[in-house]
Each structure stands twice: as structure tokens, then as C-alpha cells.
């Protein structure tokens, strides 16, 4: 009330404590949590593991360990970086335009076949 008429704000003697208490309380809560949730996702690798072991499958990070050692291995005498390979459908176009032809004369009566074969 003392506030509101512009006076001084009455101090609380204990409200330093309480305020430590406060925070202590809420960095236990959280360390709580961490550490719940730790756990679980413990847990949860755990049975991905179980997965993994049954049905031969890799990790990400193991696929990836290895791909890199195959590389490293293939490319020890070379000089020069390995290349890359070319994903199907890049570099010679000629052919694809060749399959596109004959895709769309497949589709063509026979009359019009002929006469584009003629030429």
C-alpha cells in the first residue's frame, strides 16, 4: 500500500532466502528432469540396439565410418581425389533423346511409324 501513495517499498527480511530457495528448488527440478529423460532415451537405445542386432541393420554413423575408410582406402596411391560417379540420366544427353523418340513412336500408329522411319 505504501508503494501505491509513492512511498517506499516494504522489504521482506526473509525474501532474499526465499528467492535462493526458489532457484535451488528449480535447478533440482531440472536436473531432474535431465536426467529423466537421460534415461529414457538410454532405454530407447536399447531397444533400437535389440533392432539392429536382429535384423543386421547399421547405424547411420557406422554406414558413414566405413564409406569414409572405403575411400580413404581406394584413394591411398592416388594423387588426385577420387571421382565421383555420374547419376544415370547426366552427361549424354543423345541417348535420352534417342529413348524419348522411340518411347513416343511406340505410341504411334502404324502409318506414321513408316513415315518417319523413312527418313
Known sequence: ??????????????????EE?????????EEERKAKYAR????????????RDKYGIKKKEEKEAEAQAAMEQASEGSLTRPKK????GCGNEEEEEESIVDTVMKFLP???QDMFNKK
Open 110 to 112: 502404324g502409318p506414321l
Open 40 to 51: 529414457m532415451e538410454a532405454e530407447r537405445e536399447s531397444i533400437r540396439q535389440g533392432i
Open 1 to 18: 500500500m505504501g508503494k501505491m501513495l509513492g512511498g517506499e517499498e516494504e522489504k521482506d527480511p526473509d525474501a532474499e532466502r526465499k
Open 21 to 29: 530457495e526458489r532457484q535451488e528448488a528449480l535447478r533440482q527440478q
Open 85 to 88: 560417379a555420374i547419376p544415370a
